[in-house]
């Protein structure tokens, strides 16, 4: 039995070449879930608290259009949004703080992902108020939202989607964020993620401003653009 053994050990070795394996990791995680979590955490409070705000915006824009014309409210927008993005890191990052450990280089390097990936979600979400007039747009922006939870890479990994999921994860902000925020705390190159979302900024800037430009002609108030009244005192 031992020789058959020996022989058994010997034709396997000849058949797979003595192929050697070696893992290399390129993170060192902590064991605690606080610090394995982080990053979806941060960025799923992050991407909530955006979303809704790019929400209430486009319902100013909605109402500010018929008192300041169409592209001063647009303005008025962008400038709100991307002060809302500057702020939001030093809530979201001091909030994290008080609960894992990290250095003030990473605290900085955190910050810069965390207004790319705002600015990002911003202008998505934005984009799709736009399109769809407000607060009916959130019959899209929910479902998308859990959609994207699940494809950020936070509970499966990008190579373990399926085709849809993996398609969803490489072209909305959610993935690219908790990647980036990842890499950012762990160690890691962030290149690919941050020009995903550079290119999410882009092209959805460019989808608001062409809704913009194409759509809201009605010199008519409705409803939905009362529900955030805007006067030129304001």
Do not use: D
Not at 40 to 68: E, Q
Not at 124 to 152: E, H, K, R, Y
Not at 190 to 212: K, M, Q, R
Request: proline share 5%; with cysteine; hydrophobic share 50%.
């Amino acid at each position: 039995m031992p020789q058959v053994k020996k022989q058994a050990a010997a034709t396997a070795a000849t058949l797979t070449g003595q192929v050697a394996t070696t893992t290399t990791k390129l993170h060192a995680l902590p064991t605690n879930y606080q610090y394995q979590f982080a990053p979806m955490f941060l960025n799923l409070g992050a991407y909530l608290g955006i979303m809704l705000m790019s929400l209430v915006l486009t319902l100013m824009f909605m109402s500010a259009r018929h008192v300041i014309g169409k592209w001063s409210a647009l303005l008025a927008v962008q400038l709100n949004g991307f002060i809302g993005v500057l702020v939001a890191p030093l809530v979201t990052l001091g909030t994290l703080r008080c609960l894992i450990s990290f250095s003030s280089s990473a605290f900085w390097q955190l910050f810069g992902v965390q207004v790319l990936f705002g600015l990002a979600v911003f202008e998505f979400s934005l984009a799709i108020a736009f399109l769809c007039g407000g607060l009916p747009s959130m019959i899209l922006q929910l479902p998308l939202l859990v959609s994207q939870v699940v494809a950020s890479g936070a509970i499966i990994p990008r190579p373990a989607l399926n085709g849809f999921y993996r398609w969803l994860s490489t072209h909305t902000p959610m993935s690219q964020g908790v990647y980036s925020t990842f890499n950012a705390l762990y160690g890691g190159a962030n290149s690919g993620y941050t020009s995903a979302l550079w290119w999410l900024i882009s092209l959805s800037l460019l989808a608001v401003i062409l809704i913009g430009w194409l759509g809201y002609r009605s010199t008519k108030t409705n409803p939905l653009s009362r529900l955030v009244p805007f006067t030129a005192g304001n």
